[in-house]
């Protein structure tokens, strides 16, 4: 088990850059959305794997109490820079907080990361209070584009990956989320093809269809 867990802590060091968060990203967007819609502006919120802490910054600035759980040290320096309650320590061991703590857990592009993946979600159901919301992002194995990906015989984007060690569907995440005993109230995807980080009207479009047709996003 130390084996597998100092691989994917090497991989997570190696590919560190390519998880820090993009301001304009449309996931993030659209969670930071569901989170001021559904909240009064001072919740303590948990970002795990939180990289710099650049989900979070502008969540502080509204009054939120915000937590990042992240093993990198230029990371960490950055984070806290940004007002964030930073923890060093990794997602794949138990989380150092006590049960019953947060309103928010955000697990970005994180579950794909893991080689247990039920004790990760117990692990956060454990950390949510009574009602508590779980806000989780990964990639869609078949996604529209990679379904058409697939059928010239290529490989699927995001999905695939030699640092993933898991590949979900809606359907895969919902069952597993299901068998630790969350409620599932809604879910959502980043775009269809094309986001308005690559092309800023028809993006939009893609983002749009994205909240329409999550299952191809």
């Excluded at 996931?27 to 009064?40: G, H, P, V």
């Excluded at 989900?55 to 509204?62: D, H, P």
């Excluded at 950055?78 to 928010?104: M, T, V």
Aim: hydrophobic share 40%.
């Amino acid at each position: 088990m130390d084996q597998y867990k100092n691989q994917i802590l090497d991989q997570q060091k190696l590919y560190y850059n390519s998880y820090l968060k993009v301001k304009d990203n449309p996931r993030y967007k659209k969670a930071r959305k569901f989170i001021l819609d559904n909240s009064y502006g001072n919740e303590r919120i948990l970002d795990i794997g939180c990289a710099d802490g650049d989900f979070s910054a502008c969540l502080v600035e509204k009054g939120f109490d915000c937590y990042g759980l992240e093993i990198m040290e230029d990371g960490i320096r950055k984070a806290r820079e940004k007002k964030i309650k930073i923890i060093d320590g990794s997602f794949l061991d138990k989380f150092p907080f006590p049960d019953n703590h947060f309103d928010f857990v955000f697990a970005g592009e994180v579950i794909e990361h893991t080689f247990d993946d039920f004790f990760f979600l117990e692990e956060i159901y454990r950390i949510l209070k009574p009602g508590g919301v779980l806000i989780l992002t990964t990639p869609n194995l078949v996604s529209l584009g990679n379904r058409l990906l697939m059928l010239f015989g290529k490989l699927p984007r995001f999905a695939y990956n030699e640092f993933h060690y898991r590949i979900y569907n809606l359907n895969l995440v919902i069952s597993k989320m299901r068998q630790v005993n969350f409620q599932i109230i809604g879910y959502n995807s980043s775009y269809v093809l094309i986001s308005s980080l690559f092309n800023k009207f028809i993006g939009m479009v893609g983002e749009w269809l994205g909240s329409l047709v999550p299952k191809l996003g």
